[in-house]
């Protein structure tokens, strides 16, 4: 596993500057999540109820924490989507790290833990919250490659967190190494307002570079 990781990030020499100029790191996704509801009885209980939905999200990022959200249920806008000032968006994760000691440093305001889910989570969101350059690619999978309990398939790694009873798994391109899939799965022993196992998570990485305005 940590061969492929490797041999991956030596792919990313193949893979193409990010297009595009201007302050915004834009990222398009799509996926599902799930959406938990609690509802109160008047006899004072509660119910809760889960539904897994489809969603497809734009965010424009700048440095100084300005930008837009615009996330789309059934091509309606929902929540978080708004415009935003500076500050207000969370431009102090976006990651410049030029080595691995400096990767370190910035990975640590995401989480201190360094367990496997943590850091296959911290590259999740790395990927959602801004443009990953090649050089940053290849930080990033060298990072992902230290960790021992991961399984492999093709360009897909995967973890098993047993104390959740859940899988998380990151897909790669084969010839560049970027991320293109994240998927969640939660398995039997997982309490859940749904039946399981199921899938509670996936993210497909459609497009991303830099953008001059908040304009798609």
């Known amino acids: 596993m940590a061969e492929l990781l490797r041999d991956l990030a030596e792919k990313t020499a193949n893979a193409p500057a990010p297009e595009g100029t201007g302050p915004y790191h834009y990222v398009h ?20 109820t889960g539904e897994v939905e489809p969603y497809e999200r734009h965010d424009w990022i700048a440095p100084d924490g300005s930008g837009r959200i615009l996330m789309t249920e059934e091509g309606q806008p929902v929540e978080p989507s708004g415009d935003f000032g500076p500050g207000e ?5 976006l990651v410049t790290a030029t080595d691995e000691t400096s990767l370190k440093i910035e990975l640590a305001r995401f989480s201190e833990k360094t367990t496997t889910h943590t850091i296959m989570n911290t590259i999740q969101q790395i990927w959602k919250l ?5 050089q940053l690619q290849r930080l990033l999978l060298l990072h992902l490659a230290n960790c021992e309990d991961l399984a492999s398939e093709n360009t897909t790694v995967t973890h098993l967190d047993e104390e ?15 991320l293109r899939k994240t998927e969640e799965v939660a398995l039997e ?26 304009e798609r």
């Open 89 to 93: 968006l969370a431009a102090e994760l």
């Open 164 to 178: 959740r009873h859940r899988t998380r798994s990151l897909e790669f391109c084969p010839d560049t190494g970027m």
């Open 29 to 48: 996704t799509k996926g599902v999540y799930l959406r938990i509801s609690h509802y109160l009885q008047r006899s004072g209980g509660s119910t809760v």
């Open 130 to 134: 801004q443009v990953v350059t090649p």
């Open 189 to 214: 022993g997982a309490r859940l307002p749904i039946p399981v196992p199921a899938v509670v998570s996936r993210t497909e990485w459609l497009h991303s570079g830099y953008r001059e305005t908040t």
